[in-house]
T-cell receptor
Framework: KAGVTQTPRYLIKTRGQQVTLSCSPI?????VSWYQQTPGQGLQFLFE???????NKGNFPGRFSGRQFSNSRSEMNVSTLELGDSALYLC?????????????FGPGTRLTVT | GQNIDQPTEMTATEGAIVQINCTYQ??????LFWYQQHAGEAPTFLSY????GLEEKGRFSSFLSRSKGYSYLLLKELQMKDSASYLC????????????FGIGTKLQVIP
């Protein structure tokens, strides 16, 4: 069974631009969660989608948004990029809602904002 | 809100046993995860505790005490490849359920 895939793996953007990241979960998984990982803050929860509905949301500004499609693939969008948005963005999929089951992480997208 | 504390760094010797502690404060506790993350890689699942007690899985064991808001990950017969960050994460309910991660404990295994 294929693992979680994320595209692109690396991205360089400038301040003020917007970016869209993509995540394809493991086949059969309906829950997709997004996390931001930085050296100082660790893994921080962004949001979770289950069956195309946002079920959970972390404490991030409205510039961070996401969606999930009927095939469970998910996208995350960040508008008006700031230098502080430079981070590794990880998505994780699981079978159940709320991440209560074992989560499988993708390799991440390394975003650099200059 | 939720608060998760774990030591930032630990060092242990190859072949030894190491215990990584995690304390948490949360409302509506619904389970605790441990993940391993090697440098430059994504986290991988190690364990999930919902009830009090010890769960053993090969060289790794995880313990939970809900009344104390405390968990630990025990690694036996340490190997060099165990050098990694170990992340404690708590699942809590309260309208919506989400998983909150601690900052992680960077473990260095030395010969």
């Amino acid at each position: 069974k294929a693992g979680v895939t994320q595209t692109p793996r690396y991205l360089i953007k400038t301040r003020g631009q917007q970016v869209t990241l993509s995540c394809s979960p493991i086949s059969g998984h309906r829950s997709v969660s997004w996390y931001q990982q930085t050296p100082g803050q660790g893994l921080q929860f962004l949001f979770e989608y289950f069956s195309e509905t946002q079920r959970n949301k972390g404490n991030f500004p409205g510039r961070f948004s996401g969606r999930q499609f009927s095939n469970s693939r998910s996208e995350m969008n960040v508008s008006t990029l700031e230098l502080g948005d430079s981070a590794l963005y990880l998505c994780a999929s699981s079978t159940g809602a709320g991440g209560g089951y074992e989560q499988y992480f993708g390799p991440g997208t390394r975003l650099t904002v200059t | 809100g939720q608060n998760i504390d774990q030591p930032t760094e630990m060092t242990a010797t190859e072949g030894a046993i190491v215990q990584i502690n995690c304390t948490y404060q949360t409302s509506g506790f619904n389970g605790l995860f441990w993940y391993q993350q090697h440098a430059g890689e994504a986290p991988t699942f190690l364990s999930y505790n919902v009830l009090d007690g010890l769960e053993e899985k090969g060289r790794f064991s995880s313990f939970l005490s809900r009344s104390k808001g405390y968990s630990y990950l025990l690694l036996k017969e340490l190997q060099m490849k165990d050098s990694a960050s170990y992340l404690c994460a708590v699942r809590a309910s309260g309208g919506y359920q989400k998983v909150t991660f601690g900052i992680g404990t960077k473990l260095q295994v030395i010969p």
